[in-house]
């Protein structure tokens, strides 16, 4: 059984979610405050987390960078922020998803599912994890889900981890952000694009000599990316 640390200090929020998620067979557990969601996060060992921003205590942003340093658990951002660089400072801190405020529960519901089910299928599916994908650069053992760039382990969230695969497994094509969407996350309609392009610029430091001039994971102006090995 999945475990979900839902984060909110909102009561009506937590209390929907909880009955969503344990209808459906999850083990919940809730924390109020930013403070408190770290003793939590330590206790439960969740399998995924939705986690609010504007927190007392300890605000979001804090609370997903110290719980980054320590986990590759993913984690759906829950907010009423909408400006873009809420969002892209949460995507760039490692959060795999961000959802506004006001939400459908069932979507909400319906993300954490699938973020789930590929972030498992990663771990334990048999077939998918027999292959070693590698180059010059980048070694993936899909085995033990870990990446080595030029021997050294580096660490990815699951999403970043999820597209370096799809990329090296589709090398020199081209990929519109909407088709990395349906191929990455699953759902195209309600996930922002900004997704897309700020996991591209996060892979890109991680693997990439120059990021701003990348050998590997290369813009194709107008269209969308393309992963380039010769
Ligand atoms: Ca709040």
Not at 173 to 198: C, H, M, R, S, Y
């Amino acid at each position: 059984m999945s475990k979900i640390l839902i984060i909110e200090d909102e009561k009506e929020i937590t209390e929907v979610l909880t009955d969503y998620f344990e209808l459906e067979n999850y083990q919940v557990s809730c924390s109020w405050d930013g403070a408190d969601a770290l003793v939590q996060f330590e206790k439960f060992k969740p399998d995924l987390i939705i986690l609010d921003l504007m927190l007392p205590y300890l605000d979001g942003i804090d609370v997903l960078r110290i719980i980054r340093q320590k986990s590759q658990v993913p984690i759906i951002i829950l907010s009423a922020k909408k400006r873009d660089r809420d969002k892209v400072l949460a995507l760039d801190l490692g959060a795999d998803e961000y959802v506004e405020k006001p939400f459908s529960p069932k979507v909400l519901f319906a993300r954490a599912k699938a973020l789930l089910r590929r972030t498992n299928q990663f771990i334990k599916s048999p077939i998918h994890n027999r292959a070693t994908l590698e180059n010059e650069t980048i070694r993936i053992d899909e085995l033990s889900h870990t990446i080595y760039i030029n021997g050294q382990i580096q660490s990815f969230s699951p999403k970043e981890y999820e597209l370096l695969v799809y990329f090296m497994k589709h090398t020199n094509q081209v990929f519109t952000k909407v088709q990395l969407l349906e191929a990455v996350w699953g759902v195209e309609d309600f996930i922002d694009p900004n997704t897309v392009t700020v996991h591209v610029r996060k892979l890109r430091e991680k693997i990439e000599v120059c990021p701003t001039k990348p050998r590997w994971l290369q813009t194709v102006w107008g269209v969308g990316y393309k992963w380039v090995e010769e």
